[in-house]
T-cell receptor, first 116, second 115 residues
Framework: AQTVTQSQPEMSVQEAETVTLSCTYD???????LFWYKQPPSRQMILVIR??????QNATENRFSVNFQKAAKSFSLKISDSQLGDTAMYFC?????????????FGTGTRLTIIP | EPEVTQTPSHQVTQMGQEVILRCVPI?????FYWYRQILGQKVEFLVS????????KSEIFDDQFSVERPDGSNFTLKIRSTKLEDSAMYFC?????????????FGDGTRLSIL
């Protein structure tokens, strides 16, 4: 079974600063996907970024980028130029690349607060 | 942008009653999921559904739970006899095609409160 660990329950950072959220995972699979989802106070789940494990290049989406270290099973999220709207719960999630067995396994989340 | 829609947004039910949570996945998506999130805890997988049958289910998804795609657009989760511990946020999600690794798109959730 897969496990996802987010060791930082809460973080806060000043607006416009850069923040990095940590995520490690444990799996025996070689092909999989990793995701970061954001859950603002409104409670909806919003996809932030996706990484394919077989790609060495780190994914980026505007101010969001990841540092994917496959050997270390580490998948951190970097938010640059943080904005007040980035305040949310952030969940790291793992998905096997197996047809019909594609549930998301989530970490416990990191509550990020951007301070004005 | 197409969205997954869930109704109702909040459901209050007496313990022991049946409840049906409804979801309309994105129209060209083929793979559907239910997750739940007990307040303050992580999101947990319940069940996945493809080609009119369950693909995978978790230990949480016991005989009290069932899913159905009754009319080709709705995807429902039924809890037959609710318990206090069923109180949670329930999220529906969909993705285009199994095996593609495409991200799952989530609805806004239904908050289920069992009294």
């Amino acid at each position: 079974a897969q496990t996802v660990t987010q060791s930082q329950p809460e973080m806060s950072v000043q607006e416009a600063e850069t923040v990095t959220l940590s995520c490690t995972y444990d799996t025996s699979e070689s092909n999989y996907y990793l995701f970061w989802y954001k859950q603002p106070p409104s409670r909806q789940m919003i996809l932030v970024i996706r990484q394919e494990a077989y790609k060495q290049q780190n994914a980026t989406e505007n101010r969001f980028s990841v540092n994917f270290q496959k050997a270390a099973k580490s998948f951190s999220l970097k938010i640059s130029d943080s904005q007040l709207g980035d305040t949310a719960m952030y969940f790291c999630a793992f998905m096997k690349r197996v047809f019909g067995n594609e549930k998301l396994t989530f970490g416990t989340g990191t509550r990020l607060t951007i301070i004005p | 942008e197409p969205e997954v829609t869930q109704t109702p947004s909040h459901q209050v039910t007496q313990m022991g009653q049946e409840v049906i949570l409804r979801c309309v996945p994105i129209s060209n998506h083929l793979y559907f999921y239910w997750y739940r999130q007990i307040l303050g805890q992580k999101v947990e997988f319940l069940v996945s559904f493809y080609n009119n049958e369950i693909s995978e289910k978790s230990e949480i998804f016991d005989d009290q739970f069932s899913v159905e795609r009754p009319d080709g657009s709705n995807f429902t989760l039924k809890i037959r006899s609710t318990k206090l511990e069923d109180s949670a946020m329930y999220f529906c999600a969909s993705s285009p095609l199994p095996g593609s690794g495409q991200p799952q798109h989530f609805g806004d959730g239904t908050r289920l409160s069992i009294l």
